[in-house]
Antibody
Framework: QVQLVQSGAEVKKPGASVKVSCKASGYTFTSYGISWVRQAPGQGLEWMGWISAYNGNTNYAQKLQGRVTMTTDTSTSTAYMELRSLRSDDTAVYYC??????????????WGQGTLVTVSS | SSELTQDPAVSVALGQTVRITCQGD??????ASWYQQKPGQAPVLVIYGKNNRPSGIPDRFSGSSSGNTASLTITGAQAEDEADYYCNSRDSSGNHLRVFGGGTKLTVL
């Protein structure tokens, strides 16, 4: 069965960086993209970006451009999301998710369990 | 601000039908997908494409689209359907970005 298992919770100070991992199993990793989505406490879902596990192409949300980097390691079927220059409003649960997309549709059909990142001095 | 607009809250009587809508320019060109999220849990895909349900999603969930509006309909709402619902699609910039709606809190009375 498809599984996405994320790394554990992190506590960071403002200005620091965090790198969250997402290990995929149960499917051919390079056949799908990985989206990263975050959710601040009590807030809605926010799309952060997408990476093709096939060729490493990325698309990032404009508000995070310059602070976020998404990568994959196809040898271990693992995706990574690094966020730099952390601020208090980056405190959120971060999800990796498998995305299936075509010309007129996209859907996130499997989600990781979420990683809580807390930014606090 | 979100490029996909949803009503913040909707309520429905047990067993009745409810429609949750999502508006945005990109929906004229792309289908929306819909997600259900219960407190403390990861979202779950409930509708994608023209009107497709993943395995395990009850057939009381259906989707439709017209112009710039996508809709998620629950026919015969159950207590367990009380949750937050989010739509998702590409944004309207043509830059292969994605966007979520702000979410709709569904209360089953």
């Amino acid at each position: 069965q498809v599984q996405l298992v994320q790394s554990g919770a992190e506590v960071k100070k403002p200005g620091a960086s965090v790198k969250v991992s997402c290990k995929a199993s149960g499917y051919t990793f390079t056949s799908y993209g990985i989206s990263w989505v975050r959710q601040a406490p009590g807030q809605g879902l926010e799309w952060m970006g997408w990476i093709s596990a096939y060729n490493g192409n990325t698309n990032y949300a404009q508000k995070l451009q310059g602070r976020v980097t998404m990568t994959t390691d196809t040898s271990t079927s693992t995706a990574y999301m690094e966020l730099r220059s952390l601020r208090s409003d980056d405190t959120a649960v971060y999800y990796c998710a498998r995305e299936n997309s075509g010309s007129y549709h996209l859907e996130i059909d499997y989600w990781g369990q979420g990683t809580l990142v807390t930014v606090s001095s | 601000s979100s490029e996909l607009t949803q009503d913040p809250a909707v309520s429905v009587a047990l067993g009745q039908t409810v429609r949750i809508t999502c508006q945005g320019d990109s929906l004229r060109s792309y289908y929306a997908s819909w997600y259900q999220q219960k407190p403390g849990q990861a979202p779950v895909l409930v509708i994608y494409g023209k009107n497709n349900r993943p395995s395990g999603i009850p057939d009381r969930f259906s989707g439709s689209s017209s112009g710039n509006t996508a809709s998620l309909t629950i026919t015969g709402a159950q207590a367990e359907d009380e949750a937050d619902y989010y739509c998702n699609s590409r944004d309207s910039s043509g830059n292969h970005l994605r966007v979520f709606g702000g979410g709709t809190k569904l209360t089953v009375l």
